[in-house]
């Protein structure tokens, strides 16, 4: 059950939870990935309900804007999130990007929250790609490369070494002088004592790694080739960053969800226009039931594409510390 106001019954204003307001909530690394690993457990329990996303796109490809729903049935709670970015084929800068996430208490029938969604994203795909790596890296695995310095690489280190606290080369691949002094911003609020070495030959650094990250964004020109990679390398793809060699010469490939990445990762098809098929899901990789890794020499390829259960789940956990501090602002939409 929810749990989260003292209002009346019958109250069905909505409290909205801007950007500012989820922005001064302190939420550790550790309590995200357990928040996020939860949802994905009640998922695979059967509790929890994940359709296929619905997904907008011109013919040009300028703008894309997907709709998700979901249940997660231990919160209780069902949830909506949109996300609409505008400028794909436009530089960074030119680029509008909105999203929201809006949660009803599944119990009361009352609404609990409308919120941004961007920060939600950039703790949830991370936390994630976290998880991925403590099931299906190499045992002993010491050393991680990212690529790309935009949101979902800012965090993608913190994650790993919450993960992973093993790791002791940390390598990063970027172009943006503001996105790496970003990179060593994030890791140093989180590991003080920890520093990130930029390279600047991906084909070296991508041999060297256990653990790849790519999180680019479309314009990038790097590309990590399968044949690149080390005996026992993983590489979890976030955005772009990896070439597709690396989905159809992998020992062995898992997905957060295989029809999410019939829809999303297309970029990823092979000369004949199609994908490789999924070995398995990550959810029940994360509940024992199918192995993530079945031999320390396998090269893994992982697909992160996000669940919104993940998404409701890390939202209401936001819209719980908000609403315990006060935050947000109350509008009387249903009056």
């Given at each position: 059950?929810?749990?989260l106001t003292n209002?009346?019954?019958d109250?069905?204003s909505l409290r909205?939870l ?9 939420i550790?690394l550790?309590?995200?990935v357990?928040?996020v ?8 329990a059967g509790?929890s309900?994940?359709p ?10 300028h703008?894309v804007?997907?709709a ?6 231990s919160?209780?709670?069902v ?12 530089g960074?800068d030119e680029?509008?990007y909105?999203?929201?996430l809006?949660?009803?208490?599944d119990?009361?029938g009352?609404?609990v929250?409308?919120m941004?969604c ?9 936390a994630?790609?976290?998880l991925l ?8 695995a ?9 949101t ?6 913190p994650?790993?070494l919450?993960?992973?606290?093993d790791l002791?080369r ?10 790496i ?14 520093e990130v070495?930029?390279?600047t030959?991906?084909?070296a650094?991508?041999?060297d790694?256990?653990v790849?990250?790519a999180t680019?964004g ?5 590309a990590?080739e399968?044949?690149?990679l080390?005996?026992?390398?993983l590489?979890?793809?976030v ?11 992998a020992?062995?490939v ?9 829809v999303?990762g ?9 994908l490789?098929?999924v070995?398995?899901?990550?959810p029940p990789v ?14 893994i390829?992982a697909?992160?594409?996000?669940l ?5 789940a ?5 819209a719980?510390?908000a609403?315990?501090q006060?935050?947000?602002t ?6």
């Open positions: 059950m929810t749990d209002t009346p019954a109250d069905r909205i801007s950007t500012g307001d989820l922005a001064g909530i302190d550790s550790a309590d995200v357990e928040t690993e939860g949802a994905y457990r009640t998922l695979h509790q309900d994940n296929r996303k619905l997904t907008v796109k011109p013919a040009d490809g703008s804007a997907y998700m729903l979901g249940r997660d049935g919160r209780d709670v949830a909506i999130k949109t996300s609409y970015k505008h400028g794909l084929d436009k960074r680029q509008h909105y999203t929201s809006t949660v009803y208490d119990v009361t009352l609404p929250a409308m941004d961007s920060r939600i994203g950039s703790l949830r795909t991370p994630v790609s976290a790596a403590r099931e299906c890296a190499a045992p002993g010491r050393s991680a490369l990212v690529i790309g310095t935009g979902q690489g800012r965090l993608a280190l994650f790993l919450t993960t992973l606290p002791d940390l390598m990063l691949s970027g172009t943006h002088p503001e996105g002094a970003a990179v060593r911003e994030q890791l140093h609020a989180y590991f003080p004592d920890r070495e930029v390279v030959d991906l084909r650094a991508a041999g790694a256990d790849i990250v680019a479309g314009h990038t020109p790097a990590v399968a044949h690149w080390k005996p026992g390398a590489s979890v793809l955005g772009h960053g990896l070439a597709p060699s690396t989905l159809h010469r020992d062995r898992i997905a957060t969800s295989e029809a999410q990445m019939n999303t297309t970029d990823m098809v092979d000369a004949d226009g199609k490789r098929a070995d398995a899901e990550f994360l509940a024992g039931v199918t192995v993530g890794r079945g031999a320390a020499a396998e090269r390829f697909y992160n594409s996000g919104v259960v993940t998404d409701i890390l939202g209401h956990r936001f719980q510390l609403l315990a006060g935050l947000g109350e509008v009387a939409l249903w009056r």
